[in-house]
């Protein structure tokens, strides 16, 4: 497996494998380039406008699901690369702040033309090398195609302007608050009551708009939540457990294993540094 790009697809087309499923790299950034198609962008607590000519940067541990108002008309290029192996190069070349910055942030941008027109031919070049055995040429052209994607982010992006565009007031009226309550016991009564909407109109706006009943947002997010403690704290099983709103350890290890396939513990040796 190619160590410097973990995947990249070019101009894939239609209903996404990933179709009504909200999703997090463990330990990869994705760039995801939509070059056709509108719809909206779900990111941890917020619901974004998914536009034709845009560029996205997801970092990793970060739940992210795209909704096409029209799937078949969906065509989309993704990267996915590992940010600890590319960090001693960035290193070298004083690029680090940028990538430490992402690391934390969902970000977009427009892109012009000019811009669009290479970013599809990084997009080509990277799934051409990418999935195969690899020579030092071939490993030197992926650093090389790396740093010239994240030239493009250090070019667009603007520390104090967001140029991302949200959409649904309600929507992200109901997540804002689910998130603030999220370990808590919450229930689809408090939460259409908070939005003074019925719990069949709250239920149906998000399953139409999110693809997702409410209840499943929650249960990811609090995973979420929880594989972020396990890698980032040394706090017992049991306390992240409870932290993160399961009622018991036996309940949370149920959960954590039929979402990631394996077990808290196991996750954790595997993933933390």
């Given amino acids: 497996m190619n160590k410097w790009i973990f995947s990249a697809?070019?101009?894939e087309t239609g209903q996404d494998a990933l179709y009504s499923r909200q999703h997090a790299h463990d330990d990869l950034c994705e760039l995801l380039w939509c070059v056709n198609g509108s719809g909206s962008i779900l990111i941890g607590d917020a619901l974004y406008s998914l536009e034709p000519n845009r560029l996205y940067f997801i970092p990793s541990l970060m739940l992210h699901y795209t909704h096409p108002a029209v799937p078949d008309n969906y065509i989309r290029s993704k990267l996915l690369f590992s940010p600890s192996n590319i960090r001693k190069v960035l290193s070298a070349c004083n690029g680090l702040p940028l990538l430490e910055h992402l690391e934390h942030t969902f970000w977009s941008a427009e892109c012009s033309p000019g811009t669009s027109q290479e970013l599809d031919h990084l997009f080509c070049e990277a799934t051409s090398l990418c999935g195969q055995e690899t020579s030092i040429v071939d490993d030197i052209r992926c650093v090389g195609l790396l740093l010239r994607l994240l030239a493009y982010l250090a070019e667009l992006y603007v520390p104090e302007k967001s140029s991302i565009r949200r959409t649904d007031d309600l929507l992200n009226r109901v997540l804002i608050y689910i998130n603030a309550h999220l370990f808590e016991n919450l229930t689809l009564d408090q939460i259409a009551d908070y939005c003074h909407i019925s719990k069949f109109h709250l239920c149906h706006r998000f399953r139409e708009e999110i693809d997702m009943t409410i209840m499943q947002?929650?249960?990811d997010?609090?995973?979420?939540?929880a594989k972020i403690a396990l890698l980032e704290t040394d706090k017992s099983i049991s306390t992240v457990a409870m932290e993160n709103g399961y009622a018991n350890f036996s309940h949370f290890c149920s959960a954590f294993r039929r979402a990631e396939g394996i077990s808290p513990a196991s996750f954790r040796k595997q993933y933390k540094q």
Avoid: C, D, E, P
């Fill in 9 to 11: 697809k070019y101009h």
């Fill in 217 to 219: 947002y929650i249960a």
């Fill in 221 to 225: 997010q609090r995973i979420l939540s």
